[in-house]
């Protein structure tokens, strides 16, 4: 039996070796020189890949290969990388260097780690040609979460005719019946960690958040030239590009792979390396949470199915509110983020109680409002506009008796600027999205 190694003691990084066959793709590392650890992701009903297609393909699994290390790499962080097949061309590094760098920085924020300066690609390998364009069907991939963002995505591509199909990573059952709910053709990819990472974390390994949005998307990259779509259409709405807070002169983001810079850096890079035809983008970057959800609250059909409660284990009991453990960030913000735009009795009867008539619930709604505490480590939107929902409902008479929204206008409300709290400028779209031509019609169902 292999005496596990202590990866905080480690010296180097190794990305072994990638390779795919049968729908499976095999994705090797190392610490030192101690035993493999084998990542599997699995492809349902693959087809063979087109002998056009196959250097695209090639690049996507070498990017999702060096991607999904992140989830390897944090158990130790040592001091060296190194890559199978020589050092990296300088815009690979640079991605990777940046991914690593700020997708790891909650990780390090809460480990008491600074990784700046620590994590270095090997670079300087020859470039690639360009990537040409590849023909691919127009056609969508859009990831689905469970949550009430993807099925705003959805609804608005299908609002426009679009063909998409609802793909999703892993086995939860919740997000299956979403996607089911949506109508589309559904794309369920598994993700199988290398047990050993298991055993790590058993013996001192460093543990924490990680880019998740940037390995998925890495995936769907793979699965685009696969299966053949040529978009990727994520539901990461602007809010995501706020940092949670700043620490020594680092802003620290848990949404950083779902942000804009992202965003900006896989999409050119994949335009540049993969296939020239192959959009990566957000569908609701132009819009706030407010404005993403104002849309979601037409949505009723989905009112049943839906949560976005990543604490909740009942989420398939019989009512609408056994899928909301009604404590965690999520809850309270989704929460709040609905009540300006669904009738009082209708958000209760989806939750199943009143979050803000709740005295115990104050530090977690405090926390969105960024008032005595920073932002959560959570998908949540930013403090400014959970601000101006709680002030929005302050002024309604149906919500000014509750607890916490009479604690707000009390105690909370004198301190801040009215100026500033004003619900109609979060619903207004932003110039800064990449979305591709075809799909711009989809943003009408914002209007």
Not at 23 to 36: I, K, N, R, S, T
Not at 255 to 280: I, R
Request: a negative charge; proline letters at 7%.
């Amino acid at each position: 039996m292999t005496t596990p190694i202590q990866p905080r003691l480690t010296q180097v990084f190794r990305f072994v070796r990638c390779s795919y066959a049968d729908g499976v793709a095999e994705l090797a590392y190392a610490f030192d020189h101690g035993e493999e650890m084998v990542e599997r992701v699995r492809f349902p009903n693959a087809p063979a890949v087109p002998a056009a297609h196959a250097a695209a393909f090639d690049r996507a699994l070498k990017l999702l290969h060096l991607v999904a290390g992140v989830s390897y790499y944090k158990a130790g962080v040592p001091p060296r990388i190194e890559v199978a097949g020589g050092p990296l061309d300088d815009a690979t590094a640079d991605l990777l260097d940046t991914l690593y760098l700020n997708g790891l920085a909650e990780f390090a924020y809460r480990n008491g780690l600074d990784l700046r300066g620590r994590i270095a690609f090997p670079r300087g390998g020859a470039a690639p040609a360009p990537a040409p364009a590849l023909h691919l069907p127009k056609r969508t991939l859009v990831p689905i979460g469970g949550g009430k963002d993807s099925l705003v995505a959805v609804e608005a591509i299908k609002s426009i005719g679009g063909e998409a199909t609802a793909v999703w990573v892993g086995n939860s059952e919740l997000i299956a019946a979403c996607a089911a709910r949506t109508g589309l053709p559904t794309l369920n990819i598994q993700r199988e960690l290398a047990p050993q990472l298991f055993d790590l974390n058993r013996v001192g390994a460093w543990n924490g958040h990680i880019p998740v949005t940037a390995v998925n998307s890495a995936i769907l990259a793979l699965a685009a030239i696969l299966y053949g779509f040529d978009s990727i259409a994520f539901a990461n709405e602007r809010s995501a590009s706020a940092a949670t807070l700043e620490y020594d002169g680092q802003l620290v983001n848990h949404q950083w792979s779902k942000g804009y810079a992202f965003e900006q850096l896989l999409g050119d890079w994949l335009h540049a390396q993969v296939a020239a035809d192959l959009d990566y983008f957000s569908l609701l970057r132009p819009y706030s949470e407010l404005a993403v959800t104002r849309a979601f609250a037409k949505l009723t059909p989905y009112f049943d199915a839906f949560s976005s409660c990543n604490r909740n284990f009942r989420i398939l009991g019989p009512k609408p509110a056994d899928r909301w453990c009604g404590q965690c960030p999520k809850c309270h913000f989704v929460f709040l983020a609905l009540a300006p735009f669904l009738p009082k009795p209708r958000l209760l009867q989806i939750f199943g109680r009143n979050l803000l008539d709740d005295d115990s619930q104050a530090a977690g709604f405090d926390a969105l409002l960024e008032y005595q505490d920073h932002k959560p480590f959570e998908c949540v939107g930013e403090g400014a506009e959970a601000r101006a929902a709680l002030y929005a409902l302050s002024q309604r008479p149906e919500w000014q008796e509750d607890a916490l929204v009479a604690r707000f206008r009390s105690e909370i409300l004198p301190q801040l600027d009215p100026s500033a709290l004003a619900l109609e400028p979060w619903l207004e779209a932003s110039p800064e999205q990449r979305i591709p031509v075809r799909l711009q019609g989809a943003l009408k169902f914002f209007a």
